[in-house]
C-alpha cells in the first residue's frame, strides 16, 4: 500500500497570512492525526480526525483547525501565522478502531516556515 | 498528566556496544507503549510497541510497569542505528494521540 502523503512538502509564508496544509492517509485508514514539530518542543498532538469528525484535539489556539473528507484526506490550516509557527507539520493514519492504541503511520511531513 | 521522559538528548556509542535509551512514563491506566525512530532525511516510523513483544532490527523494549519505564536495548550497536528515537504513548482515554519525549540521538561511532 502506499504510505501516507503530505503536501506540500515546503511552504514560505509570512507573518498574518494562512496556510492550508494537504495529508492523505493509508488507503483504508480512517483515522488522521496532526502533530507540530519543533526543535524546542519536540512533537506536538494538534487534532486527529476520524470519519469527518474531530474527535481529540490537543492544547493549540483557535487558529490551527482542520477538517476531514469523506475519502479521509484532511487538511489543517492555519490562520494569522506567528513566526512561532514555523515547524514541520506531521500527519499520521492508522485505523482507527476504538480503544485508540494503534499504531500510527507516518507522512514525511510539510515544512512551512513564517517569515 | 500524561508524560513521556527521554533523559538523555544524545548518547553514543562505539560499534559493538551495547545501548539502552531510557523511556519513563506516567500514566495511571493501562498505556500502550511505542519506539519510533528517524533515520536521516526520512520520516518517522514504528520500531516496535510493547504489545506485540517483537524484536526489530535486534532491539528489543520491556515494559515495567513498576517503574513506568519502556526502555530500548539492543546488544550490539551498528553504525546504521544512528538516528533519532521517540519514545510515545497512548491510550484509550486518549484516542488518535500519541504523547512523545523530547527524544534521543543515537550516534554510533566506527
Known amino acids: 500500500k502506499a504510505g501516507v502523503t503530505q503536501t506540500p512538502r515546503y511552504l514560505i509564508k509570512t507573518r498574518g497570512q494562512q496556510v492550508t496544509l494537504s495529508c492523505s492517509p493509508i488507503?483504508?485508514?480512517?483515522?488522521v492525526s496532526w502533530y507540530q514539530q519543533t526543535p524546542g518542543q519536540g512533537l506536538q498532538f494538534l487534532f486527529e480526525?476520524?470519519?469527518?469528525?474531530?474527535?481529540n484535539k490537543g492544547n493549540f489556539p483557535g487558529r490551527f483547525s482542520g477538517r476531514q473528507f469523506s475519502n479521509s484526506r484532511s487538511e489543517m490550516n492555519v490562520s494569522t501565522l506567528e513566526l512561532g509557527d514555523s515547524a514541520l507539520y506531521l500527519c499520521?493514519?492508522?485505523?482507527?478502531?476504538?480503544?485508540?492504541?494503534?499504531?500510527?503511520?507516518f507522512g514525511p511531513g510539510t515544512r512551512l516556515l513564517v517569515l | 498528566a500524561q508524560r513521556v521522559t527521554q533523559p538523555e538528548k544524545l548518547l553514543s556509542v562505539f560499534k559493538g556496544a551495547p545501548v539502552e535509551l531510557k523511556c519513563n512514563y506516567s500514566?495511571?491506566?493501562?498505556?500502550?507503549l511505542f519506539w519510533y525512530v528517524q533515520y536521516s532525511r526520512q520520516r518517522l516510523q514504528l520500531l516496535l510497541r510493547?504489545?506485540s513483544r517483537e524484536s526489530i532490527k535486534g532491539f528489543t523494549a520491556d515494559l515495567n510497569k513498576g517503574e513506568t519505564s519502556f526502555h530500548l536495548k539492543k546488544p550490539f550497536a551498528q553504525e546504521e542505528d544512528s538516528a533519532m528515537y521517540y519514545c510515545?504513548?497512548?491510550?484509550?482515554?486518549?484516542?488518535?494521540?500519541?504523547?512523545f519525549g523530547q527524544g534521543t540521538t543515537l550516534q554510533v561511532k566506527p
Open positions: 500514566y495511571s491506566g493501562s498505556p500502550e
Open positions: 480526525y476520524f470519519s469527518e469528525t474531530q474527535r
Open positions: 499520521a493514519s492508522s485505523q482507527g478502531l476504538a480503544g485508540g492504541q494503534e499504531t500510527q503511520y
Open positions: 488507503s483504508g485508514h480512517r483515522s
Open positions: 510515545a504513548l497512548s491510550s484509550s482515554s486518549n484516542t488518535g494521540k500519541l504523547i
Open positions: 510493547h504489545i
